[in-house]
Structures are given as structure tokens and as C-alpha cells.
């Protein structure tokens, strides 16, 4: 280990930074934020250490370098553009063992500066010993993208309830098991959600009850009581339009319900312990039912366990996450909801075809092709009106009778269309056409896989590929 990473108080502590150019900012942003008191020696100041300076009233000393600058410093700067100077400063620091830091020059640093991920108080910072700051950058980019953003938030709350738990559990590993407990449950989740009084609740529950087993000299997991249930929105194929919040529950679920919309790479972001149960349905083959669905999402929740039901697009747009938000709302279990990119979206994006156009369309229309009882049942005098885009899910089977009423009620046959499949994947196919000719086109390309239909002026913008 090149370097002993530790987290310094510099909370009104003086600080030196010797330089006023863009360099010299960054590093003030970061004494600022650990609430250093700081004084600047530099003939010149940029124009943002200038805004840094009367912003916050550092006090600055418009000339070169002197070693009495360095009296009573805690931590000193070097952050000019000249090489001597730096070095100077550092020679000069390390003789009275003070705390140097050349910037972007470990070999006259005694220490180093690390990328670093906020979440106060919780702090994470990455270093590669000065080899590579982009190297530590881009971890730091993976880290953010992996902790909640309200992790902060949940640090106060355990920190609020430290003492409390020491006098109710003397036991040390009784209280590791709490808190184990706590942040594999509800409770932990209602705080990201800001939720606080409810996880307030859970966690007075579960401390309860491990107080009850520690005066019965009982020795057992605390009971985290019911589990967690969160309805994802997958997106409509790529993996990487999965958002952060999906990304982490995902990751720390126990049981992952999955439907036939799901690419399976996103699979593969779960525990690898994680129970993966398939709960696809298609047109010719209803697998566990709607029932069924509602049924294992209450069973595994009642069990204590985190659970995650994956569904493609956004659980809300002919998702039926509605209907399993009621089961379980009746079941009196919570439920979080996770909005996905939809189907909608991510085919247009990724076929080139803009929803909404000032001149084209001030509008869009979310239906549903899905046939019922043999027939599609629509408002199609309101969806052959101009000035607007159509959406149409799940319109394959009767796109013909769709296309053709539309034109009986009005709808121009010239009018632009264009139907999606395998939207945002690898495989993705673009059949383009008009609302005579669609239907025709998309059977003599053979389409098969999900597809939306997109219809309206919007879809003419598209130059085919």
C-alpha cells in the first residue's frame, strides 16, 4: 500500500494554498466543503479563484512564495503552474513535517488528493497512488452510479439511533445483527424514499424485538418482518436504459420475477444467489397468470424477503402494474414503483422518429392493439385526428383492422407509419410505410418480437437506414 488512506478533520483549521489559477480552485472547492480556514499566496487570481475569494472572503496575498507562509499550517497547497515553486513549497513543508500536496505531482507530495464520492456524511475516495487520476475518476463514476443518493440520509438515521441500541442491546454481535437486519429490510428503503417516520416504525419494531430475545437470552436473527416489494420498469430492451435506482434495488434482491419482455442481460445485474422466477406471458401462452403473479409477489414479501418485479417498458403504461400494486395493497404490503424508459420511447429514440413536433404533432396517444374477444375496440374518430402521434402496443396481430379503421374515420391513407420491433436491441427492425401500405410491408418483412406502431406526420422525419 503506497499511501495510508485516512479522512482528515480540517473543520477551521488554517490551510495554505499556494497558487490562484483553475488548479488552485478545485482544490479550494474541496477546503471549503471540509470548512478550512484558508489564506491564498499569489500574485494573480483566475477569474473562478477570484469568485471563490470574494464569495467566501478568503484572505489573499497578491505576491510570490515566502517560507514564513507556511508558519502554524496544517495542510499546504502547492498549486502553481511553476515546477520550482511547487517543489520549493514541498521541501520547505516536509522539513517542518507538515502535510503537503503538489497538485498532479506525487513524486514532491506527501499527500495525495483522491477522487471522491459525497454522500456526507458518508464519504468514499478513490486513489491510484497518483498513477492515473482519470483511472480514479472512472471508479469513482462506477461508485456513483452504484450508492443511493440519499445513503447520507440513512447514515443520520442510524447515527440518531447508535445510543438507543447500545442500551437496549449490551450485546455487541446482537446489535451487528440489528443493523444487518435493519438495512436488509423496509426500513432502509423507506429512508431513500425520504419516508422517515415510516422507517422510523420498522426500526422500533425490529429493535422490540431483539431487545424481548436478548432479556430471554435467546440468541436469533432479529425478525426483519415483512420484506420489500418494487415494481421495475425495465426499459425496452438495452440494459443500459436501466435507471440507477432499478439498478440498486435490483442488485439487492432476493427473488427477481421476470416477464418475456425482459432482455435477460439485465438478469444477469442480480445477486448471483438471487432466485429468478420467469412469470412471462405471451399471446398463445399465459404462463403463471395474472393471479399467480399477484400470489408469489405476496408469498415472497410475507416471507421477509426483498423482491423485485421486473417489468419491460414502465410498470404503468400496459404494464398492469397497477393491478399488482392493488394485490398487494390488499395484501397490506408497500410497494415501491420504479418508472422505466417506456416501449414507446426507446422505439422512437432508436429508430429516429420524434414523439412531438411543434409544426407536426402537439400531441401523443398510448394505446393498445391488443385484441379482445376477435375485435380492437378504440375511440377512432379521436385517433384519426391530425396534429398528433399515435402510439399503438401490442398492435402486430390486428395492425391491418387498426390501419383500415383509422382511414374510414378519416385518417388520410398517405398519412406516415411505421412499426418497431426488437425497439433499442440488436435485432431492432424498422418496417416503414403509410397507413395503406404498413400492415402489407410488416408481413412481407417477416417481422416477429415485440412491436410498437407509430403513426403521424412526426414518422415522415425519419430517413430510412
Not at 8 to 33: F, I, M, W
Not at 279 to 300: A, N, P
Amino acid at each position: 500500500m503506497d499511501y495510508l488512506p485516512l479522512f482528515l478533520d480540517l473543520n477551521d483549521r488554517p490551510c495554505l494554498v499556494v497558487g490562484g489559477g483553475e488548479v488552485a480552485a478545485r482544490k479550494l472547492e474541496l477546503l471549503l466543503a471540509a470548512g478550512a480556514r484558508i489564506e491564498i499566496v499569489a500574485p494573480v487570481l483566475g477569474a473562478h479563484t477570484r469568485r471563490l475569494v470574494d464569495d467566501h472572503g478568503i484572505p489573499v496575498q497578491s505576491r510570490v512564495f515566502a517560507a514564513s507562509d507556511l508558519d502554524g499550517r496544517v495542510l499546504v497547497i502547492a498549486a502553481t503552474d511553476d515546477p520550482a515553486v511547487n517543489r520549493q513549497v514541498f521541501e520547505l513543508g516536509t522539513a517542518r513535517n507538515m502535510l503537503v500536496n503538489s497538485v498532479d505531482q506525487p513524486a514532491i507530495s506527501n499527500v495525495i488528493f483522491p477522487a471522491i464520492v459525497d454522500r456526507s456524511p458518508v464519504i468514499v475516495a478513490v486513489s491510484t497512488g497518483g498513477r492515473s487520476p482519470t483511472l480514479a475518476r472512472t471508479v469513482r463514476g462506477w461508485l456513483e452510479a452504484r450508492l443511493p443518493a440519499r445513503l447520507g440520509a440513512l447514515a443520520d438515521f442510524i447515527g440518531a439511533r447508535r445510543r438507543a441500541v447500545q442500551q437496549a442491546l449490551p450485546d455487541v454481535p446482537a446489535r451487528q445483527r440489528l443493523w444487518e437486519a435493519f438495512l436488509r429490510g423496509p426500513g432502509a428503503e423507506q429512508v431513500y424514499r425520504g419516508d422517515v417516520d415510516a422507517a422510523a416504525v420498522a426500526f422500533d419494531a425490529l429493535l422490540g424485538g431483539a431487545a424481548r430475545a436478548s432479556a430471554d437470552g435467546v440468541e436469533r436473527r432479529p425478525d426483519q418482518g415483512q420484506g420489500t416489494v418494487a415494481l421495475i420498469g425495465a426499459g425496452p430492451g438495452d440494459p443500459e436504459l436501466l435507471t440507477l435506482k432499478a439498478l440498486r434495488l435490483l442488485q439487492s434482491a432476493d427473488v427477481v420475477l421476470y416477464d418475456n419482455l425482459v432482455d435477460r442481460r439485465i438478469l444477469d445485474y442480480a445477486r448471483r444467489d438471487a432466485e429468478r422466477v420467469y412469470v412471462g406471458k405471451q399471446r398463445s401462452d399465459h404462463g403463471v397468470g395474472q393471479d399467480g403473479i399477484h400470489r408469489l409477489l405476496v408469498e415472497h414479501a410475507r416471507a421477509g424477503q426483498s423482491v423485485v418485479r421486473l417489468k419491460g417498458g414502465d410498470p404503468y403504461i400496459f404494464g398492469r402494474g397497477g393491478e399488482e400494486v392493488e394485490a398487494l395493497a390488499e395484501a397490506g404490503l408497500d410497494c415501491v414503483v420504479v418508472p422505466g424508459i417506456t416501449a414507446a420511447l426507446g422505439a422512437a429514440s432508436y429508430a429516429g422518429i420524434p414523439l412531438t413536433h411543434r409544426e407536426l404533432a402537439q400531441s401523443v396517444r398510448f394505446v393498445t392493439g391488443h385484441r379482445a374477444e376477435d375485435r380492437v375496440n378504440l375511440d377512432w374518430p379521436e385517433l384519426a385526428k391530425p396534429g398528433q402521434t399515435l402510439v399503438i402496443y401490442m398492435g402486430r396481430g390486428g395492425l391491418a383492422e387498426i390501419l383500415a379503421r383509422l382511414v374510414e374515420h378519416g385518417m388520410r391513407p398517405d398519412m406516415p407509419a411505421a412499426l418497431v420491433a426488437n425497439a433499442t436491441l440488436e435485432d431492432q427492425r424498422v418496417v416503414q410505410g403509410t397507413v395503406s401500405d404498413l400492415a402489407e410491408r410488416v408481413v412481407a418483412a417477416g417481422v416477429t418480437g415485440p412491436t410498437i406502431t407509430l403513426v403521424g406526420e412526426v414518422v415522415g422525419l425519419r430517413r430510412p437506414g
